[in-house]
């Protein structure tokens, strides 16, 4: 049996920015960091934090691109993917992992902003991915 499950809550590093590809799929690049803490042994709190690069496809790179901000805490389930390439430069093949989201959702209540208002009225449908709060419409955990 082979199983490629991967789910992260981090802080978004940057704010995201909606491509899309030749064919018109959009698609968004983004960056998750990920902390850990732990005591070391001489009675210290330490924390490891992990760069995560996430790639979120479809309407739902739409919705993650007008809603989801920079620092906002994501929630992402999804799956391991790998990106290889020949070096321009230097003719290497290279390979970077990434993680391919299938769904994602905010774990904290967003502040409203100015563009909320229009937003709403996209209506829970456009929602696809997040949890939605039923009297705002903005993404909750």
Request: with cysteine; proline share 4%; net charge positive.
């Amino acid at each position: 049996m082979n199983l490629n499950k991967a789910i992260f809550v981090g802080n978004l590093t940057a704010n995201p920015e909606l491509i899309h590809t030749p064919k018109g799929t959009a698609v968004v690049n983004a960056s998750l960091a990920v902390n850990e803490f732990y005591t070391a042994e001489d009675g210290e709190r330490q924390q490891i934090t992990t760069f995560i690069d996430v790639k979120v496809w479809g309407p739902s790179a739409e919705n993650f691109a007008k809603l989801a901000k920079k620092g906002q805490e994501i929630l992402i389930d999804g799956s391991i993917r790998q990106d290889t390439w020949e070096d321009k430069e230097s003719g290497q093949k290279r390979s970077k992992l990434y993680v391919r989201a299938d769904g994602w959702q905010f774990t904290q209540r967003k502040v409203a902003t100015p563009e909320a208002p229009a937003l709403a009225s996209l209506g829970s449908r456009a929602f696809r991915s997040q949890s939605v709060c039923r009297s705002c419409h903005h993404g909750v955990s």
